[in-house]
């Protein structure tokens, strides 16, 4: 966490990262690490896989309920919920997306790591609009799938 505090960019090391065999069935990894009070995460959660000991506590994630739906992601105000789904060279990234232009399914765009430097191309798979968020699913490669959190549409 001092680097986080020093940059205001987390690092793998800042995160619990589940197993392989979870990231394999697709889950939600939160990247929330303030103490605020903000909760529409467990709200939105239909099978109680998020739960919060405060209000003011970070989120966490019951991996074993946890199916991947993405309902936390498009909630969260801080766009700091992600799923991940790994297969075997590649890896399905869900992410919030508030900027335009929005892209389309099939569309390739430019992925993003936390500090926003190019981790290569990547595949629209699916793009969902919830309010103000679009929530977009990339196909990227696998040992991406834990640094990719956001993209950079180019048209």
Known sequence: MEE??????????DLKIPSEEYLRKG??????VEHIPCNPCVD??????ISMESLTDPPNVDYDKCTGCGNCVAVCPGLAIFIVKIKDESALVTLPYEFLPIPKAGEKVVALDREGKSKGIAEVVRVRKV?????????TDKKNAMDVRNIRVER
């Open 131 to 139: 309010g103000k968020t679009a929530v977009i699913t990339i196909k």
């Open 4 to 13: 986080y505090k020093r940059t205001g960019v987390l690092s793998i090391k």
């Open 27 to 32: 889950v939600a990894i939160t990247e929330c």
């Open 44 to 49: 939105a959660c239909p099978f109680n896989a």
